[in-house]
């Protein structure tokens, strides 16, 4: 009885500490995780998804959300290429493909990625001019893509997409582009109605030709606009003179000009 006493109290603390152990061993790595571990200190390897085994107080171990990541450019005050203030505001898209590089040579890839996205937006829109931050936001965006990835590469950070969300600029500037607009839409309706009416001047021209080389075509035509203004009371019709002693003076006013 006393051995097994003495057993009990050597074997219990033991247990103890053995499923003390165990708890503090086991790390469970979600799907969209990568694991970096690290034995005192210094980076051992990364640990996929699962259930995992470390050695408690010597490792520790570093969790890195693989999915893609969105964080926000705050609004940046810009001075475009032709001296106009404007706020630009974005989003970025990202994922980390290189967990190990991320956490090792960056000390908060999040923070790193925002901060050089703010500073590459800044610098390709303040190259450009007003009308081209309004007309190309794509390639704005690709331009500071192009920009965040050259340098987040070496952070093993992989930038998906970059996209301008607001362009927003002072209220008196953007009365004068409305007036502007409008002036423009003004400038092609008149161009448009001239068009037509040189289009028209033209065929007109074209059928008077065709008319004179017919005779009683311009009386059938006559005839043909009174029949076009119907048989309501509102419209009155008054020949002065008939058409026909209109071609008789014509034809006289030829005879004379021949004997001549």
């Keep these: 009885m006393a051995l097994l006493e003495i057993f009990a109290v050597l074997f219990f603390p033991f247990l103890i ?34 259930l995992r085994f470390i050695i408690p107080i010597i490792d520790g171990v ?39 590089t991320a956490i090792i040579k960056v000390q908060d890839y999040l923070y790193a990625v925002s901060q ?11 190259a ?37 969300q607001d362009i927003d600029m002072a209220e008196d500037l953007k009365r004068l582009m409305s007036r502007q607009a409008s002036s423009e839409r003004e400038k092609r309706a008149t161009i448009i109605k001239a ?10 021209s074209k059928a008077a030709a065709v008319m004179m080389k017919s005779p009683g075509a311009m009386q059938l035509r006559t005839l043909q606009t009174i029949d076009g203004l119907g048989p309501t009371a509102s419209n009155t019709v008054i020949l002065a003179v008939p058409v026909d002693i209109l071609d008789l003076v014509k034809n006289i006013n030829s005879a004379v000009s021949k004997k001549k």
């Design 116 to 126: 050089y996205a703010q500073t590459a937006l800044r610098d390709v829109v303040g």
């Design 128 to 164: 450009m001019s007003l009308d081209q931050v309004l007309g190309e936001r794509e390639q704005i965006g690709k331009d500071i893509e192009r920009i965040v990835e050259a340098a987040s590469k070496q952070w093993g950070i992989e930038v998906t997409d970059i996209k301008l």
């Design 62 to 100: 570093k969790k890195i959300d693989m999915r893609i990541l969105t964080i926000d450019i705050p609004r940046q005050q810009v001075i475009t290429k032709d001296n106009v203030p404007i706020n630009v505001n974005g989003v970025v898209y990202f994922k980390v493909a290189d967990a190990a």
């Design 17 to 50: 500490f053995a499923f003390v152990f165990l708890a503090l061993s086991i790390r469970i790595i979600n799907q969209w995780e990568t694991g970096v571990r690290f034995r005192l200190g210094r980076y051992i390897d990364t640990m996929s998804p699962g």
């Design 195 to 204: 068009e037509g009416d040189r289009m028209a001047a033209d065929n007109l």
